[in-house]
């Protein structure tokens, strides 16, 4: 009985092209998701979906007088989270229904342009930013809601949360694997060629 050969480089090749149509499939999948991503006035409790995207200029979310730096000094920032490595500062903004939600901003000039926003600085109206809707990773820092006018707690949506994220990955996801799908394709038509070839010379 003749058994049944697996050339090892075929097997590899194989491989790599499956792991780049898994890059350019996630790529394609969140990208398409990204295009009808509505706007953070449009995000209710209800819909939110974990991976969903969410995207939109931001001018206006919760803030506080701080007052260890005296009158006139406000902020945005109910609390600083350390997850995955980075650092993410939480800010709430309004979405439909009268309800709120946690935005998560990892980005340090983001987390700045929100900040001129919430101290009034001439020119800063409005951010631009991308998100993502995932389950909440920790409880609210209720204490920090203490004391803002017309803010009811209840209104908070807890169980879920945005985190900033850049769409450009997404893009970089689906140019990988198409390029690992076309290099894997090419490499298996010549190891074809170079194997028939061989075979001819004995």
């Known amino acids: 009985m003749k058994r049944f050969k697996v050339d090892p480089g075929f097997l590899f090749l194989t491989v790599l092209i499956a792991l780049g149509a898994v890059f350019l499939l996630k790529g394609t999948i969140n990208v398409e ?34 007052v260890d730096l005296g009158d006139g000094h406000m902020t945005g920032i109910s609390a600083e989270i350390l997850s995955g490595g980075r650092t993410y500062y939480v800010f709430t903004i309004p979405v439909a229904d009268g309800k709120y939600i946690r935005l998560l901003i990892s980005n340090e000039e983001t987390m700045e342009a929100m900040e001129r926003v919430a101290r009034g600085e001439e020119g800063a109206m409005f ?17 920090w809601y203490e004391g803002i006018e017309g803010f009811d707690p209840n209104s908070l949506i807890a169980d879920y949360e945005i985190r900033q994220t850049d769409i450009v990955f997404e893009y970089q996801c689906m140019a990988f694997g198409f390029f690992v799908i076309v290099y894997g394709t090419v490499m298996i038509v010549r190891r074809r060629s170079y194997l028939a070839d061989h075979k001819k010379a004995e």
């Open 33 to 66: 998701r990204y295009r009808y991503a509505p706007v953070y006035e449009d995000v209710t409790e209800t819909g939110c979906r974990t991976g969903n995207y969410v995207d939109g200029e931001i001018s206006n979310f919760l803030i506080k007088k701080v």
């Open 127 to 143: 951010v631009e930013v991308s998100g993502k809707i995932r389950k909440a990773s920790s409880s609210p820092a209720l204490s």
